[in-house]
Structure formats: C-alpha cells, structure tokens
C-alpha cells in the first residue's frame, strides 16, 4: 500500500470490507434524511472500532494513535461522517489511555466506562469562542462536591447515543486567574436540554446538535482537570486530546480525498465526448487536473503519518502545537482543493444529487470549521514562530 493510495483493510483491523460496504450503501440515505448514522454505529461498535484505543490491559485493542487513525482514515473513504462523528468518542479515550500508559491514572475511569460501553461525545464548540479547549464562554460555579455548569455547547457530535459529555467550561471567580474546567457529563444529569439544530449543508449523519447547560452539576468525580486558561495551562490531558482530535480530522478528509481521486479517475476513464475518439482519461487537461489531485494526496499522506507516528512514538518537542495545527490546516486544504477539482472534471454531472461527488464536496467543506480554524490556525503559527507567547493579546495604537 503506498501512502497516497486507496488504502485496504489491513490484518489487524476491526473493519472488514462487508462492513465498510454496507457504511458506505447507508451514507447517501442518512445524508439526504438529514439521519444519524444509527446501523453504522451499532456495526462498529459490535465490531469493536469504539474499544480501539483502550488498553488491552483493560479490555480494548490497545491500539496507538497512528493505529487508530489509519482505521479512521479507512472508515472516511467509505463513509466520512461515520468517521467523523465517532471520532469525538475515540479521542477521549485515546488521550486518557496515552495518560495511562505515562503513569497518569487520573483518568483510568473513562476507559473503564469506555470498555463498559459508554460512548463520550465533545462539548468543545460554542458560539463566540474560536479557541474552544482554552477558552470558554460556558459558566463553571464552583459548589460542594463540584461544578455547576451554564451555556451553550454547538457541533455536538453523537447526540443520540452519547452517554458522557466531554466539554470545558470557564470559572473566572478569582479576579484576573481563570480556570478551565474540564468536565464529563452524565447523559441522566438534571439541568441540559438538547435542541434539534443540526441541519447543514455537510458532514449530516454526525447529528451534532446543541447542548443547553442550564446549571448542570457535574460532581468531581467526573472533572478531569481544572487547570489555568489559555496555552498556558494546556497539560498532557488537553495537549493529548488536540493531538487525537485534530490528527484523526486530518485523516477523515485524506480519506475523503482519497475516494474523491478514486471517483474522479474511475469516472474519466469511462467518460466520453462528441469531440474525442477516445474517453476523458485521454484529455491533456483532464490529466493535468488528476496529476493536481495526486500531488496533493502525495503531500498529505506523509504529514499525517508524521505527526502520527511522532506522537505515538514519544517524539513530543516544544514546536509540538504548532506542527499539529498545521498538518490539520494543511491537509484540509488539500483536501478541498481535490474535491473542487474533482467536481471541475466531473462536468455536470457531479452537481446532481445522485452523485457521491456532491455529497463529498459538502462533507469536505466542513473540515475548515473544525478547530482550529484558518484564522486561529495561522495565529497559532505565526506567533510561535515569532517567539511570541501564544497567549499574548494584539495590541495597536
């Protein structure tokens, strides 16, 4: 298998190739009903694809974060929203085993839920923060035995099966020393209202609706770390759950664009033209489209297997955040930049609903919502290139 290539299911994988085919037959229907991906998940979850990054010790896999995102990747040819969605689950637990095997058994708990069957979903996104995980704009009111929570938490992944939700809230009651509260939330907690929102234009099965926080108690047991805000408090637990997060993005729109390469040239070669003798595949420009597509597939493959593997295999340095948001901008780019060439060559044909191109197109736009965004993204970097603090507000005048 090269690195740019289709990718197969491999010995090892909790995928099977019957399984992928029925997630990919399912995806137009969830994607034009505006469904969650229910057979999909009830499939994977049989098969074990949630348990992937819990340690064998303790009944999972025990698979490392390059491992799991190779078979996020898979999933995403097949069906990207499946392996969207999903991943909001496998990033937990994947943070909370690499803790565990560097002796941080602070959060054992949620893989031991996970291997019980609980399914964790993000309460990252919220309107007004484009620095989800660092900031919040969720209220966090300190009380005995722990932490009343008030906001609003969007892209909600998983809203139908969640059973703990994994978010941060913000509690400024000491002046000029915000903390972060990093919570989980049971599903049977008091004082939440989930509100039908999600209906967008991609990425549809994930069912990422709106969580209201209207003084929800979270007892203690279930905060994971209350730590400074900004940059400056990020620990192993938040550095580690932007690595699975973002990593694992990167590889649901490589996936995407891999089958977009595969559509577009299955297409082209059968496609004919009233003005060639020969089909598509034979026109200059078609090629010089494909030869586009494959450069940038040949440019991605290997930064997501980078950082991948650096972070499984301890290669952690001080430019770590940086690197990381980058190879996710980096590869979303690219990503769309395939699907849109891809509908140029498709012709007509790739505006019709029917087409698997169409879809994928929406679905591929949302990878620049995600965090971090292009705009926080080439903040990040500049001012770590620069030597200035992450943190550091602008200032003009």
């Not at 694809?49 to 990747?73: D, F, H």
């Not at 139908?160 to 941060?168: F, I, S």
């Not at 019709?352 to 970097?381: M, Q, Y």
Request: glycine share 10%; hydrophobic share 45%; net charge neutral.
């Amino acid at each position: 298998m090269t690195v740019a290539g289709s990718m197969t299911v491999a010995s090892g994988s909790v995928l099977t190739q019957t399984l992928l085919d029925r997630c990919r037959e399912r995806a137009p229907r969830y994607d034009r009903d505006n469904t969650f991906c229910q057979e999909d998940f009830d499939e994977l979850k049989a098969a074990g694809y949630l348990l992937m990054a819990v340690p064998k010790e303790l009944g999972g896999r025990g698979m490392s974060l390059a491992q799991v995102a190779r078979e996020t990747r898979l999933l995403a040819q097949y069906a990207p929203a499946t392996a969207l969605c999903i991943n909001m689950h496998n990033y937990w637990v994947g943070d909370a085993a690499d803790l565990w095997r560097a002796g941080d058994k602070s959060c054992e708990w949620i893989l031991r839920d996970a291997a019980a069957g609980e399914v964790f979903a993000a309460g990252h996104a919220e309107h007004g923060n484009d620095i989800p995980g660092l900031l919040s704009t969720t209220k966090a009111e300190r009380v005995d035995g722990g932490y009343r929570l008030t906001g609003r938490k969007a892209f909600g992944s998983l809203t139908p099966v969640w059973t703990r939700l994994g978010g941060h809230s913000m509690d400024t009651s000491v002046a000029n020393a915000p903390k972060i509260v990093h919570f989980f939330m049971p599903r049977d907690t008091k004082g939440y209202t989930i509100k039908d929102t999600w209906d967008v234009m991609g990425m549809r099965a994930t069912r990422s609706d709106d969580t209201v926080l209207e003084g929800a108690f979270v007892p203690d047991k279930y905060i994971a770390r209350v730590i400074p805000a900004g940059v400056a408090g990020a620990d192993m637990f938040v550095l580690g759950f932007f690595a699975w997060a973002l990593t694992a993005f990167a590889n649901v729109y490589y996936g995407l664009a891999l089958r977009m390469r595969e559509l577009i040239v299955d297409q082209l070669k059968s496609k004919g033209s009233i003005a060639l003798t020969r089909p598509m595949a034979y026109h200059p420009e078609m090629q010089h489209g494909v030869a586009e597509i494959a450069m940038d597939l040949e440019a991605m493959g290997p930064h997501v297997e980078a950082i991948a593997g650096d972070w499984s295999e301890g290669r952690i340095g001080p430019d770590w955040f940086l690197r990381l948001v980058a190879m996710k901008h980096r590869t979303v780019e690219a990503a769309f930049r395939i699907a849109d060439r891809a509908l140029d060559l498709s012709g007509g044909f790739g505006m019709f609903k029917k087409s698997e191109l169409e879809r994928l197109f929406r679905d591929c736009r949302a990878g620049r919502f995600h965090p971090a965004n292009p705009a926080l993204t080439h903040e990040i970097v500049g001012k770590i290139s620069l030597g200035i603090n992450p943190d550091e507000q602008p200032r003009w005048g």
